[in-house]
């Protein structure tokens, strides 16, 4: 079927001026290849040039790409009925098995979900239902944060560029310097619905708070009657070695949001919370609505990818071969210390920090067939998410290739190293 995109190298070719010309841009530049397919942990160009995938879509292939399992479960159900009514008329019996699976895995209470297809619209729901629940109008967030492009979550987004052409956003929200207690202890009041935080940031670079920043989170927005939603679309389903980056501290969170990994691939993203927080929901009745959240083909995907993390321990598989990785990656950083000056992550949510642009190294490591990727809030910093299947030898590989990029010099801007 999608073999003949294959064959004519003319067709391969028209695609990038068509992609350009058709779909709305928001990079300028050349497109970098025209994808031919995907499985495991390899991207294969539509010229037939593998890539081993660094970056799983940016932390969505967990369970790896086209996973069997997953394949198999898109088509049962795409057989048996995708879409059909989603304003709560009918039972999804697909949606149920899909949120009980989350919840397995969320504090006792945390075990209710809305289902939605992407992470700014967990976003928008999860401030929308702090905002009812609470009766307040503020948010406070996080310098470095991301939380998506919609004009709610982009209100609680850092970067005053892409807020600014946007405004008039969100009128009460405040930024504080991320992992700064005192500072959001100042900000934090009786006006504060919420407070929204990455645990460990994404886009921010991979950064982690010290131990006593979350638990202080929690501590002070419970005395303020305010609401602490943590959103895990990008360090949710095992990708910081448990299987969201809050548990790595002992805090119950009100919301979590998610997405990304979620849908095993698919459009898939959930608002978790509390029964009794969600009931704010109902009244009135139809306050929060989406017409493809918790598609059921998205919802079968996701399903069968929770179970492939749990049959093939990929949490704890993260948590492993992230110790490893970073521990390889220390290798090529030992000989290149002005080169690369810090290498952080949990689990396999990993990124190295160079002197110089991470975009360039990041260039250079996709020409010689690996992709990672850059971050949006931190220049230097190149974000290292393997799906969560990556073996040892893959791991190797990498560093190998790795290991002659910075030998290179290519992005590093310190002229003269100790190296
Ligand atoms: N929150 C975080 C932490 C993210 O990393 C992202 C995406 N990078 C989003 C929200 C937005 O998700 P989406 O692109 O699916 O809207």
Redesign the pocket.
Known sequence: MSDSLLVEDATIDSYRDRFVARLSQTVPGRKEFVVGSASGCTLTSAEGREYLDMTSG?AVANVGHTHPDVVAAIIDQAQRYSHVNVYGRFVIPEQVEVVERITSVTAPGLDVAYLTS????S?EGALKLARKFTGRPKFVAFERS????TLG?LSVSWREEWRAPFEPLLAEVEFVPFGDLAAAAAAIDERTAAVIV?PIQ??GGIRIPTDDFLPGLRQLTTDAGALLIV?E???GMGRSGRWFSHQHWDVVPDII?M??ALGGGLPL?AIVSTAEIFATFVDPPLSHLTTMGGNPVACAAGIAAFDVMVRDSLVEASAQQGEYLRARMGEVQRDYPERIIDIRGRGLWCAFEVAGDGNLVARELQERGVLVGSVLNSAGTVRVTPPLIITKEQIDRFVAVLREVIETGIGIDVAEDAS
């Open positions: 940016i992407s992470g700014a619209e976003t991301y939380h998506g492009r979550a990455e994404g886009e959103d679309v990008q360090g949001t997405a990304k993203g």
